[in-house]
T-cell receptor, first 110, second 117 residues
Framework: SQKIEQNSEALNIQEGKTATLTCNYTNYSPAYLQWYRQDPGRGPVFLLLIRENEKEKRKERLKVTFDTTLKQSLFHITASQPADSATYLC?????????FGAGTRLTVKP | DGGITQSPKYLFRKEGQNVTLSCEQNLNHDAMYWYRQDPGQGLRLIYYSQIVNDFQKGDIAEGYSVSREKKESFPLTVTSAQKNPTAFYLC????????????????FGSGTRLTVV
C-alpha cells in the first residue's frame, strides 16, 4: 500500500541553523510534490512545489529537492528563525490523487 | 480579500446527532475538498467535488455526506453513523483538479474542531 513518511514527528534546532525535513514515500509515483506549512489550529498553507523532472527548487530561504530514485524529498529552511516554527507537510500528487504526510513539527529556538 | 471560510471553529456533538460543518469560498475555485486530520496521521480525504451538483467519495466517506448546490459552498454533514467523529476537519479549494491544482496547490480554511460529548 502507499506510504508517506516524514522523518520525525518533531525537530528542534537553534535559530540561524538550517532545518532539514524529510519526506519518504513507497508504492507511489508522484508527478508533483508539494510542501505546506501548518500553524496550530489553522489550515495548511501552500509553500512550493517541485515536479518529478526537477531536482531542486528554491524560494527565498526555502529549498526543496526531489529524488525519484531514492523516493525522497528534502525540505530545507536556511537561516531559520523562531517564526519558522510550525508543522510542515509534504503532499504527493499523481493524476487526480493527492496524498499528505503526517507532518514534522519544527521548533526553532532563539 | 479572497479566501475560504469554515464555521464554526469549535463544534460539540452528542451521541446520535447529525451535525453540519460549513465551508464557503470566494476564490472562484472549481474544486472543493473535505479532509479529516487526526494526531500523527496525514490528512485523509473524505469527499471532493470538481463541479456544482457533483461530488465523489474519498478514502473515508463512510458516515459523512456532502452537497454542492453552489460553486461557493460545500457543507459537510457528520452523521450518527460516523462512530469516531472527534477530529479536526479541513475544507480546501483549488482550481481544476487536473491541470491546475498540481502547480497552484490547495487553499485551506482554518478548520473546525469537532468533539463528541
Amino acid at each position: 500500500s502507499q506510504k508517506i513518511e516524514q522523518n520525525s514527528e518533531a525537530l528542534n534546532i537553534q535559530e540561524g541553523k538550517t532545518a532539514t525535513l524529510t519526506c519518504n514515500y513507497t508504492n507511489y509515483s508522484p508527478a508533483y510534490l508539494q510542501w505546506y506549512r501548518q500553524d496550530p489550529g489553522r489550515g495548511p498553507v501552500f509553500l512550493l512545489l517541485i515536479r518529478e523532472n526537477e531536482k531542486e527548487k528554491r524560494k527565498e530561504r526555502l529549498k526543496v529537492t526531489f529524488d525519484t530514485t531514492l523516493k525522497q524529498s528534502l525540505f530545507h529552511i536556511t537561516a531559520s528563525q523562531p517564526a519558522d516554527s510550525a508543522t510542515y507537510l509534504c503532499a504527493l500528487i499523481n493524476n487526480n490523487d493527492m496524498r499528505f504526510g503526517a507532518g514534522t513539527r519544527l521548533t526553532v529556538k532563539p | 480579500d479572497g479566501g475560504i471560510t469554515q464555521s464554526p471553529k469549535y463544534l460539540f456533538r452528542k451521541e446520535g446527532q447529525n451535525v453540519t460543518l460549513s465551508c464557503e469560498q470566494n476564490l472562484n475555485h472549481d474544486a472543493m475538498y473535505w479532509y479529516r486530520q487526526d494526531p500523527g496521521q496525514g490528512l485523509r480525504l473524505i469527499y471532493y467535488s470538481q463541479i456544482v451538483n457533483d461530488f465523489q467519495k474519498g478514502d473515508i466517506a463512510e458516515g459523512y455526506s456532502v452537497s454542492r448546490e453552489k460553486k461557493e459552498s460545500f457543507p459537510l454533514t457528520v452523521t450518527s453513523a460516523q462512530k469516531n467523529p472527534t477530529a479536526f476537519y479541513l475544507c480546501a479549494s483549488s482550481v481544476a483538479i487536473t491541470g491546475g491544482a498540481e502547480t497552484s496547490g490547495y487553499t485551506f480554511g482554518s478548520g473546525t474542531r469537532l468533539t463528541v460529548v
